[in-house]
């Protein structure tokens, strides 16, 4: 064995960060394993911004108290209609690279996992590989053949979490999968525009949308704030639709590019706008390679009519551009893997209370369609979510945190947002500290 740890933690992302964070400092030998070349996951890569409220009686919260207060430092983070979750993305890959030096957390960054070792019902180490990629089974090297073990790194550990999203990890041990048959929800490709006159859009936006659960304006911390909103859904008024309509008219867009529209403003950076759409309608698998290539050339065409309609319809984009588009593609619902318990629809309707749980809640059931007027957004009360739920069926050391969690199709529309995965990750790092 090459190395042990007490933790490892497959993916970096939102759920990942904090309970990678949360067992290094309570004093577990952690190490994160990401396939990509930063940490955040939906956050940095996904352009995910803000982190949306959910509920003021949330458990499992420090590791999400610790990030804010860190980007309040370096003005990456600002307090807007009351919720503290508004970032910049591209400081935030630097925070959590020194959260995780605070809290003692190794990283392997750009990881590939070649082999993983069980026995029984527990996994024993990985392998992962020291060079980007290994496409022989053995590599020639100054007419010398190299094994590819000796390029790669034995890791174990007592316990692994799967915090991969697509429940990636889970599958290649042939954990057992929840198959509902629902139909899968739209990708989105989230972008960024700067050069925006945030002051003339805010005004003009304010004055022509005066539905307050849509559009909101704010001043904080010198800069003005806001956010506003459009679908192609009929069955609500949305003060936008006739400039689409007319966008539309003007072959500027097509319908398809109009199903849905948000943009919010970009903490500490008063030009910049972040776009959660285009969200692509054609009902395509998130888990298959060729449906998501679909899914990126048609969002990234998307953009490119989006951004040219602001442009050209909304005061204060004249000289607005695009800046950045997500490297990743927004997915909401994916594989989910059968934990030691399946948390349904009814548990978080119902107000379920558990011996054990690991996250407070009252955000909605989120669920987005690719159809006009069938999308899902149902209010519910406060609910709990237990850490049976985050706890392999199939392995005793393996725990599942993220919107892979072992739940049901619709309440996982409501568990998969960040706030709740920032619980979810660090609720596991404290049942596994507690139970060590």
Same mark, same amino acid.
């Given at each position: 064995?090459?190395?042990?740890?007490?933790?490892?933690?497959? +993916?970096?992302?939102?759920?990942?960060?904090?309970?990678?964070?949360?067992?290094?400092?309570? +004093?577990?030998?952690?190490?994160?394993?990401?396939?990509?070349?930063?940490?955040?996951?939906?956050?940095?890569?996904?352009?995910?911004?803000?982190?949306?409220?959910?509920?003021?009686?949330?458990?499992?919260?420090?590791?999400?108290?610790?990030?804010?207060?860190?980007?309040?430092?370096?003005?990456?983070?600002?307090?807007?209609?009351?919720?503290?979750?508004?970032?910049? !993305?591209?400081?935030?890959?630097?925070?959590?690279?020194?959260?995780?030096? %605070?809290?003692?957390?190794?990283?392997?960054?750009?990881?590939?996992?070649? @082999?993983?070792?069980?026995?029984?019902?527990?996994?024993?180490?990985?392998?992962?590989?020291?060079?980007?990629?290994?496409?022989?089974?053995?590599?020639?090297?100054?007419?010398?053949?190299? %094994?590819?073990?000796?390029?790669?790194?034995?890791?174990?550990?007592?316990?692994?979490?799967?915090?991969?999203?697509?429940?990636? /990890?889970?599958?290649?041990?042939?954990?057992?999968?929840?198959?509902?048959?629902?139909?899968?929800?739209?990708?989105?490709?989230?972008?960024?525009?700067? +050069?925006?006159?945030?002051?003339?859009?805010?005004?003009?936006?304010?004055? #022509?949308?005066?539905?307050? @659960?849509?559009?909101?304006?704010?001043?904080?911390?010198?800069?003005?704030?806001?956010?506003?909103?459009?679908?192609?859904?009929?069955?609500?008024?949305?003060?936008?639709? !006739?400039?689409?309509?007319?966008?539309?008219?003007?072959?500027?867009?097509?319908?398809?590019?109009?199903?849905?529209?948000?943009? #919010?403003?970009?903490?500490?950076?008063?030009?910049?706008?972040?776009?959660?759409? !285009?969200?692509?309608?054609?009902?395509?698998?998130?888990?298959?390679?060729? %449906?998501?290539?679909?899914?990126?050339?048609?969002?990234?065409?998307?953009?490119?009519?989006?951004?040219? /309609?602001?442009?050209?319809?909304?005061?204060?984009?004249?000289?607005? &551009?695009?800046?950045?588009?997500?490297?990743?593609?927004?997915?909401?619902?994916? @594989?989910?893997?059968?934990?030691?318990?399946?948390?349904?629809?009814?548990?978080?309707?119902?107000?379920?209370?558990?011996?054990? !749980?690991?996250?407070?809640?009252? &955000?909605?059931?989120?669920?987005?369609?690719?159809?006009?007027?069938?999308?899902?957004?149902?209010?519910?009360?406060?609910?709990?979510?237990?850490?049976?739920?985050?706890?392999?069926?199939?392995?005793?050391?393996?725990?599942?945190?993220?919107?892979?969690?072992?739940?049901?199709?619709?309440?996982?529309?409501?568990?998969?947002?960040?706030?709740?995965?920032?619980?979810?990750?660090?609720?596991?790092?404290?049942?596994?500290? @507690?139970?060590?």
């Amino acid at each position: 064995m090459d190395k042990k740890y007490d933790v490892v933690v497959i +993916g970096g992302g939102t759920s990942g960060c904090a309970a990678a964070y949360t067992a290094g400092k309570l +004093g577990l030998k952690t190490l994160i394993v990401e396939q990509g070349g930063c940490l955040g996951g939906a956050m940095t890569s996904g352009l995910v911004v803000p982190v949306m409220f959910t509920g003021k009686n949330s458990i499992n919260t420090d590791f999400y108290k610790t990030l804010i207060s860190e980007m309040e430092k370096i003005n990456a983070q600002v307090t807007y209609n009351g919720n503290s979750g508004w970032f910049n !993305p591209e400081l935030l890959k630097i925070i959590l690279d020194k959260m995780m030096s %605070d809290a003692n957390v190794d990283i392997i960054f750009n990881a590939n996992i070649n @082999n993983i070792v069980t026995n029984n019902k527990m996994i024993k180490s990985i392998e992962v590989a020291k060079i980007l990629s290994l496409y022989y089974d053995k590599i020639y090297t100054n007419n010398t053949i190299t %094994d590819n073990n000796r390029l790669s790194v034995c890791i174990g550990a007592k316990y692994f979490i799967d915090a991969t999203g697509d429940g990636n /990890f889970s599958k290649k041990i042939n954990c057992e999968i929840l198959d509902d048959n629902s139909e899968f929800q739209p990708m989105s490709l989230r972008f960024i525009m700067s +050069g925006v006159d945030s002051e003339k859009f805010a005004n003009w936006i304010y004055q #022509f949308d005066e539905d307050r @659960n849509v559009t909101t304006v704010q001043k904080a911390d010198k800069y003005t704030y806001f956010s506003t909103a459009y679908t192609w859904d009929t069955n609500k008024h949305w003060a936008l639709a !006739p400039i689409f309509k007319r966008a539309i008219s003007d072959n500027v867009l097509n319908e398809r590019d109009c199903n849905y529209f948000q943009m #919010f403003s970009v903490a500490g950076t008063p030009d910049a706008v972040a776009f959660n759409c !285009p969200r692509v309608v054609e009902n395509l698998n998130p888990c298959d390679v060729f %449906d998501r290539t679909k899914a990126l050339l048609a969002a990234r065409a998307s953009i490119l009519r989006l951004s040219e /309609f602001c442009i050209k319809y909304l005061p204060g984009f004249e000289n607005a &551009y695009v800046v950045n588009i997500s490297d990743n593609l927004g997915v909401r619902v994916s @594989n989910r893997i059968k934990g030691k318990y399946v948390y349904t629809i009814e548990d978080l309707k119902s107000g379920m209370t558990f011996e054990h !749980p690991v996250l407070i809640s009252t &955000y909605p059931v989120d669920v987005h369609s690719k159809d006009k007027n069938a999308s899902n957004l149902i209010q519910t009360g406060e609910y709990q979510l237990p850490i049976e739920s985050l706890m392999s069926a199939d392995y005793d050391n393996l725990y599942i945190v993220g919107r892979c969690l072992s739940a049901d199709y619709f309440a996982q529309g409501a568990l998969r947002v960040q706030a709740n995965c920032f619980s979810m990750g660090e609720g596991v790092a404290k049942h596994i500290f @507690n139970n060590a």
